[in-house]
């Protein structure tokens, strides 16, 4: 059985830092990441790390750093210059090696203007 657990959401005024956290556990996993849902849009990759690779949305590039503790298969989101526009909900997601795809209940983050 996977689980995820996040934390690290919350509110922060522009310009201000953020680090999201998700532990899971219960199988190996090929990928993991985030991504975020703006209020009234679709689900966005943010970022995600796979294989040592990683990959950035474009609004991402330079403020944002994933990053991955295999020994405690857990995956950070270190967030940074937080705009208001980068507000929603951030949800983990990981992939096995077997194909499979799992989310987290994700993490709240709201950035006042």
């Known amino acids: 059985q996977v689980q995820l657990v996040e934390s690290g959401g919350g509110l922060v005024q522009a310009g201000g830092s953020l680090r999201l956290s998700c532990a899971a556990s219960?199988?190996?996993?090929?990928?993991m990441g985030w991504y975020r849902q703006a209020p009234r849009k679709q689900r966005e990759l943010v970022a995600i790390?796979?294989?040592?690779?990683?990959i950035y949305a474009d609004s991402a590039k330079g403020r944002f750093t994933i990053s991955r503790d295999n020994a405690k298969n857990t995956v950070y989101l270190q967030l940074n210059s937080l705009k208001p526009e980068d507000t929603g909900v951030y949800y983990c997601?990981?992939?096995?090696?077997?194909?499979?795809?799992?989310w987290g209940q994700g993490t709240q983050v709201t950035v006042s203007s």
């Open positions: 997601n990981v992939n096995t090696y077997d194909g499979l795809v799992y």
């Open positions: 790390s796979k294989g040592g690779i990683r």
């Open positions: 219960g199988s190996i996993f090929s990928a």
